[in-house]
């Protein structure tokens, strides 16, 4: 079972505001990954980190999201200005090298 | 780029009867890897099976699943389905098994056993 930690579960911002969503990776894995599930399920790849470093992004997470790694503390994904598209589950997923364990993910809803 | 597609978006399926979920895949990677997470309603998704090995039939759980990279497929059977099954199956592709391999998603297979 997945020890991938993330908080809240449930966030409600209005258009504008900003969103900021938390995840504690199993310890000993160093490689963290946000992924987006929308309404229709469909997975899209945000951002993912080695330690404290940033692998890979794509466009949208580079311009809008605000996203950090640091050690000893929690991952976290912010949202710079909620827009109503953004509202989606946000899942964090933390890996040894490989296979991703996923936690339960932000529920995110941009009224 | 690589691609994953699950045809069925919803299976309803009789307790007992067998399972099967279909995944088709497009990658340049001869290496790459394919797997099937389950996610259940607000629990996290998890990883059911896996496999990069062509043509070896790789089981977790009473699930079933046989990588054949002639077809690009890597389809999910089960021989008998339960109520417990029903969740959503995600196929996904990775174009090599690394620390930081993205996953491709299908858009998933929502089952649904029924008694």
């Known amino acids: 079972n997945s020890k991938v930690i993330q908080t809240p579960r449930y966030l409600v911002k209005g258009q504008g505001q900003k969103a900021k969503m938390r995840c504690i990776p199993e310890?000993?894995?160093?490689?963290v990954f946000w992924y987006q599930q929308n309404k229709n399920n469909e997975f899209k790849f945000l951002i993912n980190f080695q330690n404290q470093e940033v692998l890979q992004q794509i466009d949208m997470t580079e311009k809008r999201f605000s996203a950090e790694c640091p050690s000893n503390s929690p991952c976290s994904l912010e949202i710079q200005s909620s827009e109503a598209g953004d509202s989606a589950l946000y899942l964090c997923a933390s890996s040894p090298g490989g296979e991703q364990y996923f936690g339960p993910g932000t529920r995110l809803t941009v009224l | 780029g690589d691609s994953v597609t699950q045809k069925e978006g919803l299976v309803t399926l009789t307790e007992g009867l067998p399972v099967m979920l279909n995944c088709t895949y497009q990658t340049i990677y001869s290496n790459a890897f394919l797997f099937w997470y389950v996610h259940y309603l607000n629990e996290s998704p998890r990883l059911l099976l896996k496999s990069s090995t062509d043509n070896k039939r790789t089981e977790h759980q009473g699930f079933h699943a046989t990588l054949h990279k002639s077809s690009s497929s890597f389809h999910l059977q089960k021989s008998s389905a339960q109520l417990s099954d029903s969740a959503l199956y995600y196929c996904a592709l990775s174009e090599v098994i690394s620390n930081y391999n993205v996953l491709y998603f299908g858009s998933g297979t929502k089952l649904t056993v029924e008694p």
């Open positions: 310890k000993g894995h160093p490689v």
